[in-house]
């Protein structure tokens, strides 16, 4: 059976000593990797280190980059930079990056717009795909890609935690982007969220944790982890009309077409 593929949790907010339970549980729930996620470049050293925890059974690979909300303290690095710094064989991918229109004051927003572009020219030049943060923007990350795509050709991507609205679904996918869903697909309220991932193409759909944030139905407000992948993959692949073990297969050889890195 393949097991399922955390895209995206943020494993630097565990600590050593809860990490053996965390990875036992997490093959109880049949994963078989995980990607822990960068939010500062500056501590791109410290996501490198965390796929040592990596098990024959389990694979942890590792993105970097600058999460919008910290692009006033880091500023807006070189994509050359970036790419020097993926050169390990664990880096499998870049960010997360992107727009963050609700933490970030209106002021900020062209700093992160810049650091946005940065992070979009490395994935080019490194040929792996960004995992994109949007947070009510919508407008201006469908506008950025569409933008850059046009101007300088296209590059690999996935937008992650996808929360947003048809229209950017609809973007994303025209330029051969990904989507992601989080435990958010599983909320009792989140009615327009699943008519979107009832829609989204099988081959373009990942899913993924955000851990340790936003937990899902029947984990809801307690700290999540990778392992409750399974229960956001077996709310998709009920609107797909799947088995949960198709939806495995299905969902995990579309990292590996994304993430071509991860081998």
């Known amino acids: 059976m393949t097991g399922l593929i955390d895209t995206h949790c943020h494993l630097d907010h565990f600590s050593a000593e809860e990490m053996p339970d965390l990875l036992d549980r997490a093959r109880e729930f049949e994963l078989e990797g995980m990607v822990t996620i960068g939010t500062r470049l500056s501590r791109q050293a410290e996501q490198k280190a965390l796929t040592q925890y990596s098990r024959p059974d389990l694979t942890i690979w590792c993105a970097i980059g600058t999460h919008p909300d910290h692009v006033d303290e880091e500023g807006v690095?070189?994509?050359?930079?970036?790419?020097?710094?993926?050169?390990?064989?664990?880096?499998?991918?870049?960010?997360?990056?992107?727009?963050?229109?609700?933490?970030?004051?209106?002021?900020?927003?062209?700093?992160?717009?810049?650091?946005?572009?940065?992070?979009?020219?490395?994935?080019?030049?490194?040929?792996?795909?960004?995992?994109?943060?949007?947070?009510?923007?919508?407008?201006?990350?469908?506008?950025?890609?569409?933008?850059?795509?046009?101007?300088?050709?296209?590059?690999?991507?996935?937008?992650?935690?996808?929360?947003?609205?048809?229209?950017?679904a609809k973007a994303a996918l025209l330029l051969g982007g990904y989507l992601s869903f989080s435990g958010i697909v599983t909320f009792p309220r989140s009615t327009e969220l699943r008519e979107i991932a009832a829609q989204v193409p099988l081959d373009r759909i990942l899913v993924e944790t955000d851990s340790p944030f936003l937990a899902p139905v029947p984990r809801r407000g307690k700290r999540n982890e990778p392992g409750y992948t399974s229960y956001t993959a077996g709310v998709v692949a009920e609107l797909h009309g799947l088995e949960q073990e198709a939806f495995a297969e299905t969902t995990t050889a579309n990292f590996h077409r994304l993430f071509t890195k991860a081998g």
Not at 112 to 130: E, K, N, V
Not at 149 to 163: D, Y
């Open 77 to 168: 690095p070189e994509a050359e930079d970036i790419a020097i710094l993926t050169e390990e064989p664990e880096v499998i991918a870049i960010g997360e990056s992107g727009l963050d229109y609700f933490h970030g004051a209106e002021d900020i927003r062209p700093t992160q717009q810049a650091s946005f572009r940065a992070h979009i020219h490395a994935a080019r030049l490194t040929g792996l795909p960004l995992a994109i943060h949007a947070r009510q923007a919508d407008e201006d990350i469908a506008a950025i890609l569409q933008e850059e795509t046009a101007e300088r050709g296209a590059f690999p991507f996935l937008l992650h935690c996808f929360a947003s609205g048809p229209d950017l």
